[in-house]
């Protein structure tokens, strides 16, 4: 079975976004980007599911701007066997991947796609529940443990409460939640083994996907700041404040 | 203008996030409920406020709201509405984005705001930043973050409850189990007060130190992803991004540092408090009011204090 793993190029985790000055977007220019983290949780799991023998290859794809190649070595550092690149605008939305996601479904004929559950820069976990919808299969989003027995995917997921065990006809799409696993770091000889592994460009055009956007941005601000609190010096005087002053006890 | 809002539900209630994307959805125009599923929870449904018809749809395949079948129904009801809208909750973000891949909409998730008809506001890059966006799109499909729009009220309609047709079952998924955990506290997303506890708490046993002092609040128990990653608390307990999103009137925070993917799920509360050794810890810049100690000392203290 081969696993197809999409996985994107975001700014870094740890990087506190800053809002451009015109209002029209978050500043990336200069940033340092990296993967974002559930796709790297994707990416250990399909690995780990060849290590098992249950995979034959693990395929990953991006797609958005040239340097989205990085992202994609990286992932090859971590394991995976080949990448494909497709090349677009910077950021294309949720739909349009997925409609992009379907044509490659489409030539590389996966068991099972593996994708983040959501992306740390625009939020919406969409993605995976999209890409299933287009291709009629089933969807175990948000997993927390995944296993493949007799041609079905058992998944773990997490929701509201506690977890729900799904058990899912292959192909399927599983979406990964920051419980599955813990990704490796790829080693200094398996980053430079990755530089030879295949990475084939395509152009999103080429696949007869329409990437017009759905959604226009108005503008983006920052949130309202919270005006600076004050430290108290005991618990005595803590009580008397929300007592008195904040009224919420 | 009608909105068909999917009103999820749990052993047989109506979740409180539900009411609030009942809320969003009557700041559009009409507003049909869908529930799948239980018969009680769809003659409860019509006694919400603002609510002028309830579809119900009975059949077995949507017992465990699972995306598929449930998605399907959506898609197959949607010809008469202008916005189909969930609460931003685990069904919510598993079912709307499916259905809105198979009616060729691009969904809008976790709106906090409603500008107009065509207009919303969501947060993006873990709340760091809010984004106003028109969709172009000929129908909306969205889900509203809970903590953003009050609940309808539970009662004081009275709609008539239309049993709907079930929609072919695409037959690719099964239910197999659900492991809910007991707990007789106020459900997090909608607790008053919010208990929360960060790394700082050292271990699952010392988190019960937070126990007691919730009681005395009345209120829910969170942690910070640290905590849960550490095994002090089940992860249903977690705040955050990639969490549950609270706005309590209350969050009191003890040995949570303030990590960015925390802090998107707690900043909005009314009132936070921090109690943390570290004075440069990044949660006292939302905090409004801290304390620099130790928590061992405090929370004890604090309970003391509020007996």
Redesign the interface.
């Known amino acids: 079975m081969k696993i197809v793993v999409p996985v994107k190029r975001v700014v870094d985790y740890n990087i506190k976004p800053r809002v451009k000055a015109d209002g029209s977007g978050v500043e990336t220019a200069g940033v340092k980007m990296s993967m974002n983290p559930f796709d790297e949780i994707a990416v250990e799991e399909a690995v780990r599911l060849k290590e098992k023998g249950v995979a034959t290859e693990v395929v990953v794809v991006s797609i958005g701007v040239q340097q989205a190649q990085d992202t994609l070595r990286t992932a090859m550092a971590m394991g995976a066997d080949r990448a494909i690149l497709v090349l677009s605008e910077e950021s294309p939305e949720p739909l349009a991947v997925a409609k992009v996601l379907k044509a490659i479904s489409e030539k590389e004929q996966p068991g099972l796609f593996i994708l983040g559950k959501q992306a740390i820069d625009d939020d919406m976990n969409a993605t995976g529940q999209m890409l299933a919808g287009l291709l009629g299969w089933g969807q175990g989003t948000f997993a927390g443990k995944v296993e493949v027995t007799d041609g079905r995917v058992l998944v773990t997921r997490e929701i509201d409460g506690g977890t729900e065990d799904v058990s899912l006809a292959l192909p399927a799409v599983v979406t990964a939640d920051l419980r599955l696993n813990e990704p490796r770091y790829a080693s200094l000889p398996n980053i430079m083994k990755a530089r030879k592994k295949p990475l084939e460009t395509l152009k999103a055009e080429d696949l007869g996907v329409d990437m017009a956007r759905r959604l226009t941005v108005v503008s983006v601000a920052e949130p309202e700041q919270r005006k600076a609190g004050v430290k108290v010096g005991s618990v005595g005087e803590l009580v008397e404040k929300l007592r008195n002053e904040a009224k919420v006890i | 203008m009608t909105a068909l809002v999917l009103l999820d539900h ?1 052993e047989g209630r109506i ?1 409180k996030s539900a009411l609030s994307a009942v809320t969003a959805a009557a700041q559009l125009g009409d507003v049909h409920v869908l529930v799948a599923g239980d018969a009680a929870v769809a003659q409860a449904a019509a006694a919400i406020s603002g609510v002028s018809k309830v579809l119900h749809a009975a059949d077995a395949q949507y017992a ?1 709201e ?3 079948p449930l ?1 399907a129904l959506i898609v197959s009801l949607a010809g008469g509405y202008d916005q189909i809208i969930a609460a931003a ?3 919510g ?10 009616l ?7 709106v906090v705001r409603i500008v107009d008809a065509e ?1 919303f506001v ?16 000929a129908k909306k499909v969205l889900t509203v973050r809970g903590s953003a729009f009050d609940a309808a009220p539970a009662e004081g309609g009275s709609a008539p409850v239309e049993a709907v047709a079930p929609a072919a079952n ?12 007991e707990s007789e506290r106020p459900e997090l ?1 909608s607790a008053r ?1 919010v208990v929360s506890g960060g790394r700082g708490l050292q271990s699952e046993e010392k988190f019960h130190i937070l126990e007691p002092l919730a009681d005395k ?1 009345g209120a829910a128990i969170g942690a910070s ?1 640290a905590a849960v ?1 550490s095994g002090f608390v ?3 307990f977690q705040v955050g ?2 969490g ?1 999103i609270v706005a309590p ?2 969050y009191l925070a003890f040995g949570i540092s303030g990590a ?2 925390h802090l998107a799920g707690m ?1 909005d509360s ?4 921090a109690v943390n050794k570290d004075p440069e810890a990044p949660i ?9 100690g130790d928590l061992f000392e ?1 929370v004890p ?2 309970t003391a ?2 007996s």
């Open positions: 749990e979740r465990h699972l995306a598929e998605a909750g685990a069904v973000k598993n079912v709307l984005p499916r259905a809105a891949a198979l060729d909409v691009q969904p809008i998730p976790e207009t969501r947060p993006i890059y873990a709340g760091n930043a809010l984004a106003t966006v028109r969709s172009s799109d695409p037959n690719v998924s099964e239910f197999v189990a659900v492991h809910l955990s997303e007060v609040l992803r990653d089940p992860n249903e991004q990639t549950k009137e209350l960015i993917q900043k009314r009132v936070i408090v006292f810049q939302v905090a409004d009011y801290g304390i620099e405090v203290a604090l204090a509020l």
